[in-house]
């Protein structure tokens, strides 16, 4: 019997073009695809001549519905997943899916492709060594603002999708929160007819977009500068020691947050102190 394999295929974001011809290659040999709408996904297809039996698939999909996507995997089958642009699981559905078949011992293959984040962070012109993904902020005007609230002291480079509908809201609610100073690039409509990629302070970008409604359509990421507050920060020589030998084995973020159980001090500071040695180190 032939091996179990569930492809995640990445699709392009808006211009056809941007299709690997890997990605092309594994949807045309597959045994089904795996799709979050085939009315989308088959536009896709059919420019590329492929005619592959579809299914829809969406991380709320019914026990039914995905057990028949695993069974299918079970018995030897191919399947590739595709969302309705980009690469799936970010932000699009798949997660459910792929934890299962791995759970089950399915071989989990990527091929990569277009993603709206990475495109996005690679023209902002903002620090991308470090970057925190939100996604989707809660549509709700008090969960939104709970949650920008929880990243106004974050250093990282802060990373969103927004849709149409919201983007007022949400910039308008950055700006309340990071402060209207905050420097930021919003990248709308990336790869089609109409891609802008505008960057500048909340106050400017929140005038901007209010002044132009042609600038409130289509798809957006979001992309604010971290947190640059200087902090002034005395640690004692042990406590130095503790969360430098930490950093040689965890990221900066996880070494922080241990080190601040083993001595007490605050975790920001300590992270704070793990990122300016670093800078200052590679200048």
């Given at each position: 019997?032939?091996e179990a394999?569930?492809?995640i ?5 808006g211009?056809?073009g ?5 990605a ?8 089904l ?8 996904s ?18 709320h ?7 028949g996507?695993?069974?299918?995997l079970?018995?030897?089958g191919?399947?590739a ?9 970010i ?6 899916l ?17 993603c709206a984040?990475?495109a ?9 060594d470090?970057?925190?993904?939100e ?8 969960a939104r603002k709970?949650q ?7 250093c990282?480079?802060l990373?969103f999708y ?5 983007i ?6 950055m700006?309340?929160v990071?402060?209207?100073?905050r ?7 990336l790869?089609k007819t ?30 604010v500068?971290?947190d ?8 004692s020589e ?21 080190a601040?159980k ?9 992270y ?6 670093s ?5």
């Amino acid at each position: 019997m032939a091996e179990a394999v569930l492809f995640i295929v990445a699709t392009p974001i808006g211009n056809l073009g941007d299709m690997v011809p890997r990605a092309v290659e594994v949807l045309q040999s597959v045994d089904l695809i795996a799709v979050e709408d085939s009315r989308h996904s088959g536009k896709l297809l059919s420019h590329f001549h492929i005619k592959k039996p579809l299914v829809a698939y969406h991380d709320h999909s019914d026990e039914r519905r995905v057990n028949g996507i695993l069974n299918k995997l079970q018995q030897g089958g191919s399947v590739a997943l595709i969302s309705d642009a980009g690469t799936p699981l970010i932000s699009d559905p798949g997660y459910r899916l792929v934890k299962l078949a791995r759970e089950q011992g399915v071989k989990v293959v990527p091929i990569p492709g277009a993603c709206a984040m990475t495109a996005a962070l690679s023209v902002a012109g903002l620090p991308t060594d470090r970057f925190i993904f939100e996604g989707f902020l809660p549509s709700k005007a008090g969960a939104r603002k709970k949650q920008l609230e929880g990243l106004k002291k974050e250093c990282r480079t802060l990373v969103f999708y927004e849709s149409p509908h919201r983007i007022v809201d949400s910039l308008q609610d950055m700006r309340e929160v990071f402060g209207t100073d905050r420097n930021a690039v919003i990248a709308r409509e990336l790869t089609k007819t109409f891609e802008t990629v505008k960057n500048g302070s909340l106050q400017l970008l929140c005038e901007w977009v209010l002044a132009d409604t042609n600038q409130q359509r289509g798809e957006f990421v979001v992309m604010v500068a971290g947190d640059d507050t200087k902090v002034d920060i005395e640690l004692s020589e042990d406590v130095m020691r503790i969360v430098e030998i930490l950093a040689e084995e965890l990221a900066p973020k996880q070494a922080a947050a241990l080190a601040a159980k083993i001595t007490g001090v605050k975790k920001r500071e300590l992270y704070q102190f793990l990122v300016t040695d670093s800078s200052e180190n590679n200048n």
